[in-house]
């Protein structure tokens, strides 16, 4: 049974960093698509960024040069950097996977149950 299990949430003021990370168990880790999404209250869930079975990376337009996606392949961990935080990032955030080596938009098999990442102007 695949379970994946985000930590690092938290609050911050405007221009601070988290880190997130996703926990794995139960997956084929490594050679395979793992991702990032979030939810703002009220709003459709968002992809946020994606890192491929080859460790190609994908970062959205309103994220980009502020968020950084990793492994931590002897962790079996996925790592999501985030630095000059926004208000506009505040939501809830979600660790995904799925069981082929490419990804495609927010089409995972696997999703974690999200930590929360409030930020405050």
């Known amino acids: 049974q695949v379970q994946l299990v985000e930590s690092g949430g938290g609050s911050v003021q405007a221009g601070g960093s988290l880190r997130l990370t996703c926990t794995t168990s139960?997956?084929?880790?490594?050679?395979?698509?793992m991702g990032w999404a979030r939810q703002a209250p009220g709003k459709r869930r968002e992809g946020v960024a994606s890192?491929?079975?080859?460790?190609?990376?994908y970062v959205e337009d309103s994220v980009k040069g502020r968020f950084t996606i990793s492994k931590d392949n002897a962790k079996n961990t996925l790592i999501l950097h985030m630095n000059s935080l926004r208000p506009e990032d505040t939501g809830t955030y979600f660790c995904?996977?799925?069981?082929?080596?490419?990804?495609?938009?927010?089409?995972?098999?696997?999703w974690g149950q999200g930590t929360q990442v409030t930020v405050s102007s």
């Open positions: 995904a996977a799925r069981s082929l080596y490419f990804c495609s938009g927010l089409i995972y098999e696997h």
């Open positions: 139960g997956y084929m880790y490594s050679n395979n698509c």
């Open positions: 890192i491929n079975g080859g460790n190609i990376t």
